[in-house]
């Protein structure tokens, strides 16, 4: 069976048709027309990506992702209308990975399915030769082990998103690099050219607020004026 | 804004001014001539009855001295002294005798030797040599002579003359003076009116939210009032067509996304279907595809018409943009042509999306209306990008070249191939909220050319 996938839509044709097409993909596809059905799907048991529509009746999407963020790390894709802009900020905000706009195709989705796919599905068996595990901030004993694939602060771990610790990664391969938000569009989102840099922006906050000591005063993850993003290990 | 038409038809202001002149001109002339009639009548009148008294005055003295026998009427002549400008004569035997060297009988008008032989005083004016003068004929027929005296009225002449001229300049200053009235009050009676057209202008110009100062002037009130109102009826009906349009199109979002993600699964098991099944299948993908086309440019449309359009802009080059543009729509990089010097920073500052669609429009309108994209040149020009895209077609005529950028218009001539004609509006409006302008040209050697124009992003923006 395929990665396990959450359809989260009220619109019964668009459902219907996304759980046909994403089932021919391969995914083991689990669909509920609300928020609150969704929910209960995830008490039974965990998946691995989620597809969440914004406009849902009842609860709607922000509250649905704020709500099960705390416990899954998947991947979260929202369905938006590209007239919202500022839903998209908020999805994003809320813990979403990324987005697809209405009308799209289906190979759009699957294409942002696969690209956060092919980051999840850790702990993988450490791939040989086994990374490095890099201090991030000493005085904080916050250490990055790519080997067991996790984020540790002295002896508890720090609960990233599979996105977010991918992020970490690529900017910290090595540390003090400067990247573009192009570049890690491209190796974390799999995104092109015409990739919403939002997403990065949005992605290095989140982050922020949960490695930095004051995510207002960032010292490890800073930005570099018009040029990017740059990993100061300290 | 529709031209006015022009014709040799006044405007409203020369209208006014002219009456005022017209007015001025009719009123002083009157007033001129009737009192320069009255003052010459007086003036005349005076003259006359004062020639008379002296004529009388002078035969009387005449009359005693040829009364003295012998006295040769020459010498009666001499011992009479008359006024400097006048002439005595005395006509007596068939023989004329005059006071002066130089005015002799031929002053005399005959219509009054007949009347004063006849026996009757008289007065004519006459035309001597130098201006006008009065006759005055008396008839001695005590003597058997008839006496004349001539009084010259230079004086009166320049009297006349003056106060003609006077007259015609007072005439004229009222006229001038009624035109400049004319011009002012045109000014002061049309200044709401230009208020008025202003506003229009500007709301025909897109801002619908122009309004004309309520005014307390009562002869103003009721055209303000009907104005402001036709304009709120009017934005209310624009903006009611654009949510229509919108929500037509937001509705149809959902259903055109199960219809393709439907279609996609039909299309993954196209094998399991016969022959004509997979006919009507491409069929059908081929539809959706244009549908979803025009969908997505509408939704684009209503983005820009709401205003809600170009919020994630980023700072990208423009020779990046070109050449990604030409990739998604499976064209070959090859069709660039960078013309900008080298090392020169062509950052602009956009809504990557919008701009690609914008591009990938002119892109298929080249290929659609234009016999084949020829080529795509990016070169910096002062302070902005220019992308100028060329077809190889027969190019867009002079008259077409701002129509085709309206909504749903489509290429006259090859009106059967798809597009539904939002295309190039769409780039009309993505490159006008980006503050830049798409203008259709002529490409050298035949063919047309749309240049885009964009605002050069901030020196030292652009990101790596």
Redesign the interface.
Known sequence: MGPRLLVVED?D??R???R??LQ?EGYDVVDSASAEAGLEVLSQGPVDLMLVDLMLGGMDGFTFIRTVRPGSDAPIIVLS???D?HDIVAALEAGADDYVT??????EVTARLRALRRRGGRPAPAPEPAPDVVTIDAEQRLLLDPGAGRVRRADDDVHLTVTEYRLLCELASPPGRVL???ALLESVWDR???G???IVDVHVRRLRTKIESDASHPRLVVTVR???YRLDTR | MIGRPRGRQLGLRAKVTLSFAGGGLALSATLAIGTYLVARNYLVDQRESAALGQGFADASFVREGLLTAGTPVSDVLGTVVPPADSVLLVHQDGEWYSSSLTLGEDVVPPPLVEQVEAGAAGLVWARPDDGAAVVVGVPVPVVGAEFYEVVSTPELERTLDTLLIVLSAFALLTTVGGALLGRYAARRVLAPLEVVAGAAARIAGGELQTRLPITEDPELVTIIGSFNSMVDALAERIERDARFTADVSHELRSPLTTLTTSVHVMQGRRDELRPRAQQALDLMAGELDRFGSVLEDLLELGRLDAGTGGQVRAVVDARELVRHALAVSGRPLTLLSDSSRPGEELGIEVDKQQLNRALVNLFSNADLHGEGLVAVHVRGASRSVVIEVDDGGPGVGVADRDRIFERFVRGGSRGSLPGAGLGLSLVAETLRAHGGSVRCGERPGGGARFSVRLPLAGVGQVAS
């Open positions: 619109d044709g668009i219907a048709s996304l046909l097409a021919d209308a590209r007239d802009t209405k009308p799209f195709q289906l190979k573009s938000r192009q092109g050219f015409f919403d840099e939002r018009g040029l990017g």
